[in-house]
């Protein structure tokens, strides 16, 4: 099922014929396209949710969607911190979300170096 992936767009027109490559999300199998980043992959498989903040618990998701905010880290194959907006899919990849992790910066009884 195809949530928001663009397959005719009104100026660039009918998009090329690709070659639809399998991942997994959290133990979820996705269908992508070859070319595809790993972001583009989750929404339009509808998937929102990418990681959530450290601190806070509350989710993120895309943000810039250019690099730069790294809002859309994730786990991929094993590796922690990948951004999903630069990364391309390839044929079984496994993405996790990024998970809540605890911050450096939790104070013990208000002095900093407790």
């Known amino acids: 099922m195809s949530y928001g992936r663009i397959e005719n767009h009104p100026i ?10 399998n991942i997994t999300f959290d133990g979820q199998l996705l269908q992508g396209y070859e070319e595809e980043t790993i972001a583009a992959a989750l929404l339009a498989s509808g998937i929102r ?9 509350t989710p993120r998701g895309i943000y810039c969607n250019i690099g730069h905010c790294f809002e859309c880290r994730v786990t991929v194959n094993g590796k922690d911190g ?16 990024g998970q809540v992790l605890p911050t450096p910066f939790h104070k013990k009884g208000g002095n900093e170096h407790d």
């Open 12 to 21: 660039l027109g009918q998009l090329r014929e690709r070659q639809k490559i």
């Open 49 to 57: 949710t990418l990681r959530y903040h450290e601190e806070k618990g």
């Open 82 to 97: 990948v951004r999903a907006c630069i990364t391309t899919i390839s044929e079984g990849m496994e993405v996790r979300s």
